[in-house]
């Protein structure tokens, strides 16, 4: 073999060397930088424990109204989202009397309110008390035939935004987090608080107290024993960092819907849904088969 040639086989690899090396690190340091950071601390959920249910008379057992908690792991202050969805499964004589006498497809079988709040978090360092402060809503509803065809337009359908201007405030002991004070404040309803206190034997029932302030001045003030004082209390929970963390919604025959708490699961890589579990958005769907 020439000098030549040999120059030529020398010059020809380092130039496909070079195309390959550029190619392999551009597309390495677009990933570094598009991948978003994770934490590896398990992330905390309150999950309510007892979700609303919906009038029987018009609605499938199961309908129920869900709330679910999530913030930053291992921060004493920083971001939250607050999820709060319904889902409806109507009753198939009731939805079937109105689309009768008002038309076809008025109600559809299924129906999901969505409304989702974002702001930040205030972990008190002496107690285990956090401070929830939302500053904006994102809400949708969205209706199918089809438990499936449902979800398909949950993931269609954006969401609108609003400016709002909510607190919670809960208190986490062993696994439960119970809601103390929460409040809204705007410029036609002024400053609004509610103040819960669970009586814990039955000398001291469990009472709400309702303020409003203006100017951080009290101009009312009502004590009351007449509130669901269920939705008060919420599961506390915290996941794997290496493993899917969804809860149950509804069942009907042999399909059962899972919630998928979205800001809690994209914290960390975690595994993909679990074998015959069909993931869709926000939501798990598991068909049994018979």
């Not at 035939?145 to 954006?158: F, G, P, V």
């Not at 002991?173 to 119970?178: A, F, H």
């Not at 979205?262 to 975690?270: E, I, R, S, V």
Request: hydrophobic share 30%; glycine share 6%; net charge negative.
């Amino acid at each position: 073999m020439s000098s030549q040639t040999q120059e030529y086989s020398r010059f020809h690899w380092l130039f496909w060397f070079l195309i390959f090396f550029s190619g392999w690190s551009c597309q390495t340091i677009n990933s570094l930088l598009s991948r978003d950071p994770k934490s590896e601390i398990p992330a905390s959920v309150l999950f309510l424990k007892s979700p609303r249910k919906m009038n029987a008379s018009f609605f499938k057992d199961g309908s129920s109204h869900y709330r679910c908690i999530q913030w930053e792991p291992g921060k004493s202050t920083g971001y939250v989202e607050k999820i709060e969805f319904s889902f409806i499964a109507y009753d198939p004589s009731f939805a079937s009397k109105i689309n009768t006498e008002f038309g076809n497809d008025i109600v559809e079988a299924y129906k999901l309110i969505w409304n989702r709040k974002v702001g930040k978090f205030q972990k008190d360092k002496l107690e285990k008390k956090y401070v929830f402060s939302y500053k904006e809503s994102f809400f949708k509803e969205v209706r199918g035939n089809t438990i499936e065809s449902l979800l398909e337009n949950q993931i269609a359908y954006k969401e609108n935004k609003t400016s709002i201007d909510e607190i919670e405030i809960f208190e986490l002991s062993g696994e439960t987090g119970i809601l103390l004070e929460e409040g809204n404040r705007s410029e036609i309803g002024g400053d609004n608080r509610w103040s819960h206190n669970l009586g814990s034997n039955q000398f001291f029932t469990s009472s709400s107290t309702f303020t409003k302030l203006e100017n951080q001045t009290i101009v009312t003030e009502h004590t009351s024993t007449h509130y669901d004082y269920h939705q008060l209390s919420f599961e506390w929970n915290e996941t794997e960092t290496d493993k899917l963390y969804f809860k149950p919604v509804y069942k009907e025959n042999n399909l059962q819907l899972y919630f998928v708490p979205p800001f809690t699961n994209g914290l960390t890589t975690k595994t993909k849904e679990p074998f015959g579990y069909k993931r869709m958005g926000d939501f798990l769907l598991k068909e049994e088969i018979k």
